[in-house]
């Protein structure tokens, strides 16, 4: 009896010493040089539920300022299971930008595009960026696109009017997402229509989660509705392939170009869903958010309203149709102020995010390959840069480059080979929005409020009452 105990005790002490082992490796990571400062929380975890705490949207994480004042700009943690470096840095920011290509993203993230989403393979990924700016390119934004934006909006504002009761996020939604099937699929079968309404309805909007792919979590969650969502998307085009029936400018520009007829049904799936996926879970929010700073500042509302009040009535002089034209956004100066000073106040995500893929050095720090890096604009929020920099206000940019996406001081739309070619447009979307709201009698609901976990949370809705 008393050998058993002594075995047993022996098993419990390995045991110990391996888990003692193994959480010390974990709190330890090593590399060839010394690496930045910072904790790795507890093993597996992490610092995942400190990470993912609400806060005010328009300021950087108190995770992150914290660590920021303990560590300094550069420090490394661990999230969603993996190991990542985290910068506040510019130059390091945009040097990682230009070198690194595969994007960082949690494993959650790859269940929902993915293992081999378009972003991961280079050539898929330039492949796709080429077509997406054929398409969204601000010569298609020109020619094609500004008209659909501009009826649809109307279309919903004058609902909204009617009904006397707009979100504006769900609008914005219903907006994106209705140009972009046109413009992609064509016309859809009802059935087909509906069934992809149902999965952007149950879609999980928290994308950043840890791995676990089981019955009741929300990458099961994630990765059902994704399936769903690919199926219908992939029944409808080869439907409308095999039966000769008109196809969107898409999918003419992928099975009608030579030089892309490469690309294989799965493919053309993947990006499609891909497209939809990212455009509607970003620009609805951000408006959204743009909509609450403006009701909250009346000396903008009033400038915006001077504007848009002045290309109507600029219409009727001339009389012409009520349609924008390109000549019509490109003359809103004050809005586009106002966009570019909501998308830097509302930049308070990492907007680099790469898997590191070679050794980099870093002052006195040796930054590993294969880290997930997490870039933070954290220079929209310098003094030194933007007087009084935590303050909405537009005019900040009078007389500055309206057009610029980025540059060393502002990195809304991230750098490099991964900057957002729909950041355009984004502008669009967002400018034509504002010109209709701004047609009506408009307030949005005081208790309206914005918050962040990663994503952009309004947990009050974003309803404005319009007449």
């Known amino acids: 009896m008393v050998e058993v105990y002594e075995f047993w005790a022996v098993i419990v002490s390995l045991i110990v010493v391996k888990l003692c082992h193994w959480i010390y490796q974990w709190r330890n990571p090593k590399g060839n040089g010394k690496l930045p400062p910072g904790s790795m929380g507890y093993p597996i975890i992490g610092e995942t539920y400190e990470f993912m705490k609400l806060h005010d949207a328009i300021q950087l994480p108190t995770f992150v300022k914290e660590k920021l004042l303990r560590h300094g700009p550069v420090f490394k943690t661990s999230l969603f299971g993996g190991k990542v470096i985290i910068s506040t840095d510019i130059g390091l920011n945009m040097e990682i930008a230009k070198t690194n290509h595969i994007p960082g993203m949690p494993k959650s993230l790859e269940r929902l595009f993915g293992a081999t989403n378009l972003f991961v393979n280079k050539d898929t990924h330039k492949h796709a960026r080429s077509l997406t700016n054929q398409f969204l390119g601000s010569q298609a934004l020109k020619l094609r696109m500004i008209q659909d934006i501009d009826f649809l909006a109307r279309t919903h504002m004058k609902e909204g009017a009617r009904k006397g009761c707009l979100d504006v996020k769900e609008t914005a939604s219903k907006i994106v997402i209705e140009c972009l099937s046109k413009k992609v699929m064509g016309e859809m079968e009802p059935e087909a229509a509906k069934e992809l309404t149902l999965c952007w309805t149950f879609f999980p909007r928290d994308w950043f989660r840890f791995a676990w792919n089981f019955p009741g979590t929300g990458v099961y969650r994630i990765v059902k509705a994704r399936n769903r969502m690919m199926k219908v998307i992939k029944e409808t085009v080869v439907k409308k392939r095999a039966s000769g029936k008109e196809l ?117 720090y040796t930054i590993p390959a294969g880290w997930i890096f997490m870039g933070y604009p954290y220079v929209h929020f310098n003094p030194e840069k933007y007087d009084d920099p935590l303050a909405f206000n537009p005019w900040r940019w009078k007389g500055k480059d309206l057009s610029t996406i980025v540059s060393k001081t502002y990195l809304p739309f991230g750098s490099g080979t991964r900057l957002c070619v729909g950041a355009e447009f984004v502008k669009l979307q967002m400018a034509i929005f504002i010109h209709h709201l701004f047609r009506y009698r408009w307030s949005m609901k005081a208790e309206t409020t914005l918050l962040r976990r990663f994503i952009l949370v309004l947990p009050r809705g974003s309803d404005v009452q319009i007449s």
């Open 248 to 364: 969107g400018e898409f999918l003419e520009t992928i099975f009608g170009d030579t030089e892309s007829v490469t690309m294989s049904i799965e493919i053309a799936t993947e990006y499609i869903f891909t497209l939809f996926v990212i455009a509607n879970e970003t620009t609805p929010g951000v408006l959204a958010a743009t909509i609450k700073l403006i009701s909250d500042n009346p000396k903008v509302m009033q400038e915006l309203r001077r504007e848009h009040e002045g290309i109507v009535q600029d219409k009727i002089k001339k009389d012409e149709t009520a349609d924008l034209t390109w000549e019509d956004y490109k003359s809103m100066t004050f809005t586009q102020m106002v966009i570019n000073e909501s998308l830097r106040i509302t930049s308070t995500v990492p907007t680099v995010l790469r898997i590191i893929d070679h050794e980099i050095k870093f002052g006195d």
